[in-house]
T-cell receptor
Framework: DADVTQTPRNRITKTGKRIMLECSQT?????MYWYRQDPGLGLRLIYY???????NKGEISDGYSVSRQAQAKFSLSLESAIPNQTALYFC??????????????FGPGTRLLVL | AQSVTQLDSQVPVFEEAPVELRCNYS??????LFWYVQYPNQGLQLLLK??????LVKGINGFEAEFNKSQTSFHLRKPSVHISDTAEYFC???????????FGTGTRLQVFP
C-alpha cells in the first residue's frame, strides 16, 4: 500500500465551484505539505503544516485553504475554482530526524482541470 | 532569499551515453540539497541528498551528484544512461532546519535508443 495517497487522482470542475483535494499518509509523519506543479515552473509550495495545530502559508496560498483534520490527513480546498488553478497538485510528508532530515515523500498527484 | 536554477529545461541523450544535469543555488547560509525524479504520471521520489560530509553523493539507479560550495552547484551525473531514466528531474534546496523545499523548474531527460 502507498504511504501517501491522494484523492481524487483526476478531477474536472467548473469555474466558481468549491473543490477539496484530500491527502492521507500512513508514515506517521508530523509534517505535511501541498504543492502545485505547472509546466516550466517546477513545484511551488501552497501550504504546509508541522503538526495538527500548526498551519502555514507557502509561496502561493491565495485562493486556497487547508485543513489538518488529524496527523494523517491534510486537505486542500479551492473555495471558488478559477481556470488558472488548473495544475497537478502534490501532497508530501516529512519528519525531521537526524537520520532522514528533510526528505519529503510525495503522493501520486491530483490532476485538476478547471473549465 | 534562496533560489534554485536548473539551467537546462530539456536534455536529450542517447542510451549508454553519459549525462550531467546542472543545478545551481543561491543562499547566504548553509543548505541541504536534493535531487528528485518524476517518472511519467507519477509523483516525485528522492534520488539523492547532500546534508553534510563527503561532497560526492551517490543515489539510486546509478546517479551521483557533487556538492561544490565555491560554485554553489550540485550537478547530477550518470556515466551511462538507460531508456528507463527518461523522466523529469528536480533539484531542490532547504535551508537549515526549516524543512521547506525550494524546487528548481525541472530538467526533462529524454533518452533515445
Amino acid at each position: 500500500d502507498a504511504d501517501v495517497t491522494q484523492t481524487p487522482r483526476n478531477r474536472i470542475t467548473k469555474t466558481g465551484k468549491r473543490i477539496m483535494l484530500e491527502c492521507s499518509q500512513t508514515k506517521g509523519h508530523d509534517r505535511m505539505y501541498w504543492y502545485r506543479q505547472d509546466p516550466g515552473l517546477g513545484l511551488r509550495l501552497i501550504y504546509y503544516s508541522f503538526d495538527v495545530k500548526d498551519i502555514n502559508k507557502g509561496e502561493i496560498s491565495d485562493g486556497y485553504s487547508v485543513s489538518r483534520q488529524a496527523q494523517a490527513k491534510f486537505s486542500l480546498s479551492l473555495e471558488s475554482a478559477i481556470p488558472n488553478q488548473t495544475a497537478l497538485y502534490f501532497c508530501a510528508t516529512s519528519e525531521l530526524t537526524s537520520g532522514d532530515q528533510e526528505t519529503q515523500y510525495f503522493g501520486p498527484g491530483t490532476r485538476l482541470l478547471v473549465l | 532569499a534562496q533560489s534554485v536554477t536548473q539551467l537546462d529545461s530539456q536534455v536529450p541523450v542517447f542510451e549508454e551515453a553519459p549525462v550531467e544535469l546542472r543545478c545551481n543555488y543561491s543562499s547566504s547560509v548553509s543548505v541541504y540539497l536534493f535531487w528528485y525524479v518524476q517518472y511519467p504520471n507519477q509523483g516525485l521520489q528522492l534520488l539523492l541528498k547532500y546534508l553534510s560530509g563527503s561532497t560526492l553523493v551517490k543515489g539510486i539507479n546509478g546517479f551521483e551528484a557533487e556538492f561544490n560550495k565555491s560554485q554553489t552547484s550540485f550537478h547530477l551525473r550518470k556515466p551511462s544512461v538507460h531508456i528507463s531514466d527518461t523522466a523529469e528531474y528536480f533539484c531542490a534546496v532547504s535551508v537549515g532546519n526549516t524543512d521547506k523545499l525550494i524546487f528548481g523548474t525541472g530538467t526533462r531527460l529524454q533518452v533515445f535508443p
